[in-house]
């Protein structure tokens, strides 16, 4: 069981690698790197010798090789192959322990499923030319299968106090909500990435002049559809400015729940482990915000906008863990 437990250790580690190179390859504008899947203009790997950009020309004569992008895409992709093949060996592993109950069977079969699901959204996501609506679910996707991993390899190792703490009781139904309102926002977080509205509004912390009345929150949601393909985005600037100027007003309204939620479970549990998990949970949602301003101010660099992303994960898995905790222990 100790080999089983390192392995899903190194599957969150590995897990926290592919979301931040997903991250970073759309981020980067990378995700149609390679146009067809899961090769990269035909080949395993991204084409580089003569003969093979000339094949490559005649499958994709309308598109020029870059050998920078294409490998961003494919690396992403190896690695997520990778994760794949780690999450199959734990669901595996566990269910040949099924019959002693050393380890969950359940959630590593739903581990095993989410995957494969996130490899079809994978393919969906250049086959459909960034369609927002696929980017978003992929993205969502990825931060399912990390959350999932995480909770598995808590299940394995966490503690449990002696009695359990009567004061938490009461409060995991408001910590499933809180976890609610941060998996909503990263939601808004991937519609905006996924329709490349991040630079519509550079200003803070406002969008420019006239900020309320290009608002429309009708606008938000819109599916964009019939276009060849969606990179760089295809929504309206106004529609754009809306989606990124909600995203902002749902981060504050998220961190006042949050902070709120956490509130009320320090002041009436007596855990010190669960006091300890609402501070995890407060650090890393200011680390976020403080992010997110940066990313303004500073006019949206690649590395603060990556460091966003990632901090992201942070912020669900630390929640996670508060939430786990709560049930677990009461």
Not at 130 to 141: E, F
Not at 232 to 239: C, F, R
Not at 281 to 293: F, S
Request: include cysteine; charged fraction near 10%.
């Amino acid at each position: 069981m100790k080999s089983y437990h390192k392995l899903v250790f190194f599957g969150c580690i590995f897990a926290f690698i592919v979301v931040g190179l997903g991250a970073y390859t759309r981020l980067s504008d990378s995700g149609l790197g390679c146009p067809d899947w899961p090769g990269c203009y035909g080949f395993l790997t991204v084409p580089s010798e003569e003969h093979e950009l000339a094949k490559a020309e005649s499958y994709f004569p309308s598109l020029e090789v870059d050998q920078g992008k294409a490998w961003k895409e494919m690396i992403h992709r190896y690695f997520a192959g990778m994760l794949g093949i780690i999450i199959l060996l734990i669901a595996i592993l566990a269910f040949k322990q099924r019959q002693h109950k050393l380890a969950p069977v359940k959630l590593p079969l739903l581990l095993l499923v989410l995957v494969v699901f996130q490899a079809a959204l994978g393919m969906l996501t250049v086959t459909m030319n960034l369609q927002p609506l696929i980017v978003m679910g992929h993205l969502l996707g990825g931060f399912s299968i990390i959350s999932l991993m995480f909770l598995l390899y808590i299940r394995l190792t966490s503690e449990r106090i002696p009695g359990g703490d009567a004061g938490a009781k009461p409060f995991y139904g408001l910590s499933l909500v809180a976890l609610g309102f941060i998996v909503s926002q990263i939601a808004l977080g991937g519609w905006l990435a996924a329709n490349y509205a991040a630079s519509l509004c550079a200003d803070f912390p406002l969008c420019g002049a006239n900020t309320f009345e290009r608002f429309s929150f009708s606008s938000i949601f819109q599916l964009p559809d019939g276009h060849a393909t969606y990179e760089y985005g295809v929504l309206s600037a106004e529609t754009r400015m809306s989606i990124h100027f909600f995203h902002r007003i749902w981060a504050l309204v998220t961190a006042f729940v949050v902070f709120w939620v956490g509130l009320r479970i320090i002041k009436n549990c007596y855990s010190t482990a669960i006091k300890h998990a609402v501070y995890h949970v407060w650090a890393v949602l200011v680390c976020q915000i403080a992010l997110g301003v940066s990313l303004i101010l500073m006019h949206i660099p690649l590395n603060v906008a990556l460091m966003h992303n990632l901090t992201a994960v942070l912020l669900l898995l630390s929640s996670v863990r508060l939430a786990y905790l709560l049930r677990s222990k009461c």
